[in-house]
Every structure is written in structure tokens, then in C-alpha cells.
T-cell receptor, first 113, second 114 residues
Framework: QQQVKQSPQSLIVQKGGISIINCAYENTAFDYFPWYQQFPGKGPALLIAIRPDVSEKKEGRFTISFNKSAKQFSLHIMDSQPGDSATYFCAAADKYNFNKFYFGSGTKLNVKP | DAGVTQSPTHLIKTRGQQVTLRCSPISGHKSVSWYQQVLGQGPQFIFQYYEKEERGRGNFPDRFSARQFPNYSSELNVNALLLGDSALYLC?????????????FGSGTRLTVV
């Protein structure tokens, strides 16, 4: 049973466009929601993370929107660039077992020049 | 500063064999976690070690084991390899036992079982 469901599986966006990736969860004990970026041959790198006490967090061109009642959160990449082409993973961790992350299945983003 | 280093980077093993993967955390990081990433999927938690003690275990069979050494480096062992064990094995280190906030991942070891 997948704890975090991620969509879409792949995404093609034109340079300068907005990329949107969505995740949903069921476990109400989750209280930390990071997004990771992974390039081929590399490990995941933390992009941005949010706690459920805020509805939005922005860092540069990356924004997380969080809807606690719907148990959904999303990553928005503004002004998408070809260098953003990578696989993006959402994840969640719960307050009782914080060392264990549950990852989504990933979204492969291709930003066309 | 060196990041999380993993060795080897690639490995090919035969079904039934045993494999040992190694991880050196960032200097000063006392927590090491292991994740398995099957092609096309997100990483899955295998183990966490902090101060040489196991602090968490994922839903993996007993064929998987790990340990952490006094210098905080870690080894992941997998016995009786199956084709389904083929994956990228990621090591992540953090300063504290509640590692999630400060996870830094290595580039992984690509294991192929034939």
C-alpha cells in the first residue's frame, strides 16, 4: 500500500511555463512534507519542505502548496527552465517515526527550450 | 567538504550471492539511513542507524542487514540475492537521530542481480 500517491508520472513543460506536481496522503500522523529533485546517476537532493501548520511555502521559483483538510500537497515550479529537467519526488514523515520517509513514485519533468 | 560517499558505484552479482555496500557519512553526521530505489519508483526505507544502534527498520526481509561503525560509516549486507534486489541503494546521513530534517543522500550503489 503506497502511503504517498504522486501524479503525474511524467510532465512536459515549455521553458518559462509553470510545472505542477501533486501528491496525496492518508496518514494523518504525517507532519513533514519534503520535495526532492533527482538527476540521473545522482541521489535525491532536498528542494523545499513544509509542515502542516502553513498552507504555502516559497523558495525562489519553487512553491509548496499544502491543503491539510484534503490531505494533498503540490509543488509549483515557476518560470521552468531546461535545467529543471529531472525527476521529482514528494515524501512524508510522521511525528512518531521521523527517521522513516515515505516517498511518492516520482514525476519525470522535461522542460523544452 | 565531502558529501555522503558510497562504494562501489556499480555492482553485478549472481542470484544467491551475498553483497556488501558501504557508506561514509558527512563528517560529523552520526545518523545513517539506507533506502532502496527500484527503477521507476521512489526510494523505500530499509534501515536507520544512529550511534551504532538500529533506530528503524523498513519492511524488508531478514536477508537485509546493516551495521554502523565507531567512525559512523555503515555497511548494508544483502544475502541470498534475488533478481528483485536489483536497484539503486541510497545512503543518507544526518546530524541527529531525527534525521529527516537534514537528510543528505549519496549518489548510490547500482546493484544488478543476474
Amino acid at each position: 500500500q503506497q502511503q504517498v500517491k504522486q501524479s503525474p508520472q511524467s510532465l512536459i513543460v515549455q521553458k518559462g511555463g509553470i510545472s505542477i506536481i501533486n501528491c496525496a496522503y492518508e496518514n494523518t500522523a504525517f507532519d513533514y512534507f519534503p520535495w526532492y529533485q533527482q538527476f540521473p546517476g545522482k541521489g535525491p537532493a532536498l528542494l523545499i519542505a513544509i509542515r502542516p501548520d502553513v498552507s504555502e511555502k516559497k523558495e525562489g521559483r519553487f512553491t509548496i502548496s499544502f491543503n491539510k483538510s484534503a490531505k494533498q500537497f503540490s509543488l509549483h515550479i515557476m518560470d521552468s527552465q531546461p535545467g529543471d529537467s529531472a525527476t521529482y519526488f514528494c515524501a512524508a514523515a510522521d511525528k512518531y517515526n521521523f527517521n522513516k520517509f515515505y516517498f511518492g513514485s516520482g514525476t519525470k519533468l522535461n522542460v523544452k527550450p | 567538504d565531502a558529501g555522503v560517499t558510497q562504494s562501489p558505484t556499480h555492482l553485478i552479482k549472481t542470484r544467491g550471492q551475498q553483497v556488501t555496500l558501504r557508506c561514509s557519512p558527512i563528517s560529523g553526521h552520526k545518523s545513517v539511513s539506507w533506502y532502496q530505489q527500484v527503477l521507476g519508483q521512489g526510494p523505500q526505507f530499509i534501515f536507520q542507524y544512529y550511534e551504532k544502534e538500529e533506530r528503524g527498520r523498513g519492511n524488508f526481509p531478514d536477508r537485509f542487514s546493516a551495521r554502523q561503525f565507531p567512525n559512523y560509516s555503515s555497511e548494508l549486507n544483502v544475502n541470498a540475492l534475488l533478481l528483485g534486489d536489483s536497484a539503486l541503494y541510497l545512503c543518507a546521513s544526518s546530524l541527529e537521530v531525527r534525521g529527516g530534517y537534514g537528510y543528505t543522500f549519496g549518489s548510490g550503489t547500482r546493484l544488478t542481480v543476474v
